[in-house]
Nanobody, 119 residues
Framework: QVQLVESGGGLVQAGGSLRLSCALH????????MGWYRQTPGKQRELVAV???????NYAVSVKGRFTIAVDNAKNMMFLQMNSLKPDDTAVYYC?????????????WGQGTQVAVSS
């Protein structure tokens, strides 16, 4: 059974840093993409950062230059390093993977971890 387990959220002051972790209980080579999304109450879930099979990455404009996505294939882990945090970064953060299996793509989500940035 595919399972994604996030950790590392918390409360931090503006300008501070946090590192989110996602344990991927799934074979990384089978994945098309891996990424982080975030959601605040009343808003749609939005893409923060994505790591695409082959090594390319993409970031939301609002986090570019401050956040970095990384994947550790040996440990089956994905990370989101968040620096220079702003109150607008406050949200529940979700890790996500897209897996290709028998020609069909499947989406999997973690349970979410809360990040709160105080001003």
């Amino acid at each position: 059974q595919v399972q994604l387990v996030e950790s590392g959220g918390g409360l931090v002051q503006a300008g501070g840093s946090l590192r989110l972790s996602c344990a991927l209980h799934i074979s990384i080579p089978s994945l098309i993409s891996m990424g982080w999304y975030r959601q605040t109450p009343g808003k749609q879930r939005e893409l923060v950062a994505v790591y695409i099979s082959g090594g390319s990455t993409n970031y939301a404009v609002s986090v570019k230059g401050r956040f970095t996505i990384a994947v550790d294939n040996a440990k089956n882990m994905m990370f989101l390093q968040m620096n220079s945090l702003k109150p607008d970064d406050t949200a529940v953060y979700y890790c996500h993977v897209e897996r290709l299996y028998s020609g069909i793509s499947y989406d999997y989500w973690g349970q979410g971890t809360q990040v709160a940035v105080s001003s």
